[in-house]
């Protein structure tokens, strides 16, 4: 079984009370382009154990089953498993840590784990300067969403 992990964090000129919501199912519509996912729970609300589907987002090469293994939203924490079915599981946490009043670090780390030839293919292929440009496109868009909200 083959695996790889990287994290990184950037910093947001945002309190992390209103960045941390963004962080879910229902609030990547607001700020990533083409987001969209289907709702299998009956509700927008996000809990542990919430479920809901993605076709192609965030290195997929199959639709992906998310679950919330952990939320912690007094903490400022949330943590997603992604898998897709003969392929790969991600493991995707985001932890918003409190720097000021308005300004936000954001800690962001993909752990994924293969589960067959296409996901071993993957793994070997994803490298870091990749994922530093992937979350680094995170700040962007944020930013970006941010400013529109003026």
Request: glycine share 6%; aromatic share 16%; with cysteine.
């Amino acid at each position: 079984m083959t695996s790889v992990s990287y994290t990184e964090t950037f910093r947001i000129d945002q309190p992390r009370e209103t960045l941390f919501p963004l962080f879910s199912a229902e609030g990547e519509k607001f700020w990533v382009p083409e987001w969209d996912y289907t709702n299998i729970m009956g509700t927008t609300e996000l809990h542990e154990d919430y479920i809901f589907l993605t076709s192609n987002h965030d290195h997929a090469s199959a639709d992906a089953i998310w679950l919330v293994k952990r939320y912690e939203p007094g903490n400022y924490y949330v943590q997603f498993y992604k898998v897709e079915p003969e392929d790969k599981v991600g493991l995707i946490t985001v932890k918003c840590l409190l720097i000021g009043e308005n300004l936000t670090d954001v800690e962001v780390t993909y752990q994924y784990t293969a589960l067959g030839g296409k996901g071993e293919e993957f793994i070997q292929g994803f490298t870091s300067d990749q994922y530093k440009e992937f979350i680094s496109e995170w700040k962007n868009l944020l930013v970006s969403y941010f400013k529109q909200q003026v």
